[in-house]
């Protein structure tokens, strides 16, 4: 058998490897950000563009409740896939991959079913405009029944990660990405003799360019991933494998998830202030989006390789996996805030919004943005502690940052504003709050981490 030490994941240098990594990751990271800006772009600039934005807006939670658990889902394969692969067993390996597909089949159905049964009421439970209800359904709608191209790329993304393979996922990623972009104007405009489908034809983009990815991550696996077997029999549900996968994975799904129930959360909150506050902040999410995905393109390789460190029960290339996972994220964090800062006006300028929306979107980008070295600090952690087989500290971090801290904050601050909205920018400082109390309790579960797992180890 092939011995551990022989893979460059056990080999080469930490901060290296990182890098070789990392940059893939969150290079298809930040494209698929990019061509969320760039789907509102195009909407924002139809007719009725900011309505059209209200109820994009509205979708998102969903959205980005699908991603959530694929990615999740993705996660706990990963992390499960590149220990048996540290520790040198290849036929779990096999099955941990196999069920990954198995379950994305499962998670594929389930949405179905939302999309067909359940995207009314729960469009009906944030706004009473029939307009935007109309628009947002419709969107939605498209995008949950044909969820099998985000759900079942979010596997083999993973698949090709976890084996040190990201550069052909990236590959995948982008390919979505430009498909999404190529077709937006085209489907949403009607341009090239195709009929002009306004929301409907972005909603054909998105799920497209998803499709697109899909299919090429698949073959990938096939043809290039040589670490993983494959075959039927190993797609057979082993309910030990599945439950190990959602030990792992269970925490980054809820991390993710929270995501979507705080934005939910933050649109109810913000509409009894403004519909223009909700339009603001959702634009805002989608350009602070362009940072935080890189932020998770990197915890995305320090996972692996943590968890590869793990399998070995190597000390050392823990600590460094480690140091040079949280200093990379910091490093990026501060761009992505003085970006922020500096540019908030000319990108906020792009999607065609009215005067008072516009200017809320730029406070929104100047204040929020001074919560990103704290959220940096907690998102490396989020994927230290689940590469360490520690995903209930994970899960406090997630609470803490995606709900505990944020939502009483928010409806208190909203209230004292509303509904002078010449005040809205303090709605805004919920953010570095919620990220700086959670990245002190971070701190603390570090170093119980550190004393409790990585010290004893030889």
């Known amino acids: 058998m092939e011995q551990p030490v022989r893979n460059p994941m056990g080999t080469a240098p930490v901060g290296t490897l990182m890098l070789s990594m990392g940059l893939p990751i969150m290079l298809s990271m930040m494209i698929q950000a990019l061509y969320n800006i760039v789907d509102s772009a195009f909407v924002s600039n139809m007719a009725g563009g900011e309505t059209a934005l209200n109820a994009l807006t509205l979708a998102f939670p969903v959205q980005m409740l699908m991603v959530a658990v694929s990615i999740g889902t993705g996660v706990g394969v990963n992390v499960l896939l590149a220990k048996s692969l540290g520790q040198g067993d290849h036929e779990k390996a096999a099955r941990v991959a196999g069920n990954g ?44 029944t044909a969820s099998f191209g985000i759900v079942l790329f979010g596997i083999f993304e993973k698949l090709l990660q976890a084996t040190g393979l990201a550069k052909y996922s990236t590959i995948a990623q982008i390919t979505g990405a430009v498909t999404n972009i190529v077709l937006d104007p085209i489907l949403i405009y009607g341009l090239l003799g195709c009929p002009a489908l306004g929301v409907t034809g972005a909603a054909l983009a998105t799920v497209l360019g998803q499709v697109a990815s899909f299919a090429l991550a698949l073959g990938f696996h096939l043809t290039a991933n040589k670490a993983v077997k494959k075959g039927l029999p190993y797609v057979k549900p082993r309910w030990n494998i599945i439950r190990g996968i959602y030990t792992i994975g269970l925490p980054a799904i809820v991390a993710q998830a929270l995501m979507s129930l705080m934005t939910y959360g933050i649109n109810l909150i913000l509409v009894e202030v403004s519909e223009a506050m909700v339009t603001a902040y959702g634009l805002y999410y989608k350009i602070q989006q362009f940072v935080l995905f890189a932020a998770f393109g990197l915890r995305d390789a320090i996972t692996p390789i943590v968890s590869f460190a793990h399998g070995m029960g190597s000390r050392s290339r823990i600590t460094q996996g480690m140091k040079y996972g949280v200093g990379y994220t910091l490093a990026l964090m501060a761009v992505g805030m003085a970006a922020l800062l500096l540019f908030a006006r000319p990108l906020c300028g792009l999607f065609g919004l009215s005067g008072a929306t516009q200017a809320l979107c730029v406070s929104a980008a100047r204040v929020i943005s001074l919560s990103f070295l704290f959220a940096g600090f907690n998102v490396a952690l989020q994927g230290i502690f689940q590469a360490m087989d520690c995903g209930g500290y994970s899960l406090i971090l997630s609470v803490c940052r995606q709900l505990l801290f944020v939502l009483p904050v928010a409806w208190g601050l909203a209230r004292l504003v509303a509904p002078d909205l010449s005040n809205a920018w303090a709605v805004w400082l919920t953010f570095p709050i919620a990220e700086g109390l959670t990245a002190a309790i971070a701190a603390g579960l570090l170093a119980r981490l550190y004393r409790g797992k990585i010290q004893p180890m030889g």
């Open 101 to 144: 597909l198995f379950l994305g089949l499962v998670l594929t159905l389930v949405f179905l079913v939302f999309g067909l049964a359940g995207v009314r009421p729960y469009v009906a439970s944030q706004t009473a405009n029939p307009e935007i209800f109309a628009l947002a359904v419709t969107y939605l709608r498209i995008c949950s």
